[in-house]
C-alpha cells in the first residue's frame, strides 16, 4: 500500500505555543489530505479536509483559527495547533488519499501524540 | 450521537477459528465502507472495503459481508491467527460524486486472538 509519513511522531508543547505536524504521502501524490484527532478509548474524529491549493474544509465544531491546515503542495499537508491548551492534547492522525488510487482508499500516517502542560 | 457503531468493545477468539466483528450505522446516505487495523500509536492500516453495490467482498483472509437493509456490516477473518490481535475500526463515508470524502469511524473493537 502507499505510504504516508508524520512528523514528529510526539510533542511535548507549553501551554500558548503553536505546533506544527507534517504529513507527507512518499510515493504517490494526495490530491486529498484529511486530518483526524483520536481521544483516549474515542474513534477517530475528523477535524478538516483539505485539497492541494485550496482551503480547507473544516468539521463542525472544530476552530479553523486553532488548527490551521496548509496543503501547498501534492504530498504535503501541514496542521498547525496555534496556542495550544492542555485540552489540545491528543493522537493527530492525516491521512491522504488520490483518484489514482483504487476505490479512492484513504492511507494513513503513524500518527502525532501531543502533550500540552 | 454516533452514526457509525462498533458495540462490542472486545472480542476474543481462538486461534484458527473465525472472527466476526461487527459494524453497524445509522446514515443512510453512507454508501462506502472500510475496516482498518490499528495498532497502539500507529495510524489504521487498510484492510478492505466494499461498496454499497455489493454485499461481498473477500481478499484472502478478510471478507466483509455488507446488508444494507439493516444498515449492517461485518469483518470475518478466517482463520484467525495471532498477529490478527489489534484494534479494528469500522468506517463508512459518503461520496460525494467525485473525490474522497473524510470517514466517520466506530470507536473500535479490540480483538483478542489466543493460542
Known amino acids: 500500500g502507499a505510504v504516508v509519513s508524520q512528523h514528529p511522531s510526539r510533542v511535548i508543547c507549553k501551554s500558548g505555543t503553536s505546533v506544527k505536524i507534517e504529513c507527507r504521502s512518499l510515493?504517490?501524490?494526495?490530491?486529498?489530505m484529511f486530518w483526524y484527532r483520536q481521544f483516549p478509548k474515542q474513534s477517530l474524529m475528523l477535524m478538516a479536509t483539505?485539497?492541494?491549493?485550496?482551503?480547507?474544509?473544516?468539521e463542525q465544531g472544530v476552530e479553523k483559527d486553532k488548527f490551521l491546515i496548509n496543503h501547498a503542495s501534492l504530498t504535503l499537508s501541514t496542521l498547525t495547533v496555534t496556542s495550544a491548551h492542555p485540552e489540545d492534547s491528543s493522537f493527530y492522525i492525516c491521512?491522504?488519499?488520490?483518484?489514482?488510487?483504487?476505490?479512492?482508499?484513504?492511507?494513513f500516517g503513524p500518527g502525532t501524540r501531543l502533550l500540552v502542560l | 450521537d454516533q452514526q457509525v457503531k462498533q458495540n462490542s468493545p472486545s472480542l476474543s477468539v481462538q486461534e484458527g477459528r473465525i472472527s466476526i466483528l461487527n459494524c453497524d450505522y445509522t446514515?443512510?446516505?453512507?454508501?462506502?465502507f472500510l475496516w482498518y487495523k490499528k495498532y497502539p500509536a500507529e495510524g489504521p492500516t487498510f484492510l478492505i472495503s466494499?461498496?454499497?453495490?455489493?454485499d461481498k467482498n473477500e481478499d484472502g483472509r478478510f471478507t466483509v459481508f455488507l446488508n444494507k437493509s439493516a444498515k449492517h456490516l461485518s469483518l470475518h477473518i478466517v482463520p484467525s491467527q495471532p498477529g490478527d490481535s489489534a484494534v479494528y475500526f469500522c468506517?463508512?463515508?459518503?461520496?460525494?460524486?467525485?473525490?474522497?470524502?473524510?470517514?466517520?469511524f466506530g470507536k473500535g473493537t479490540h480483538l483478542i486472538i489466543q493460542p
Open positions: 446514515n443512510s446516505m453512507f454508501d462506502y
Open positions: 491521512s491522504a488519499s488520490s483518484l489514482a488510487q483504487t476505490q479512492e482508499t484513504q492511507y
Open positions: 510515493d504517490f501524490q494526495a490530491t486529498t
Open positions: 466494499i461498496s454499497s453495490i455489493k
Open positions: 483539505s485539497n492541494e491549493g485550496s482551503k480547507a474544509t473544516y
Open positions: 468506517a463508512a463515508s459518503a461520496r460525494s460524486g467525485g473525490g474522497a470524502d473524510g470517514l466517520t
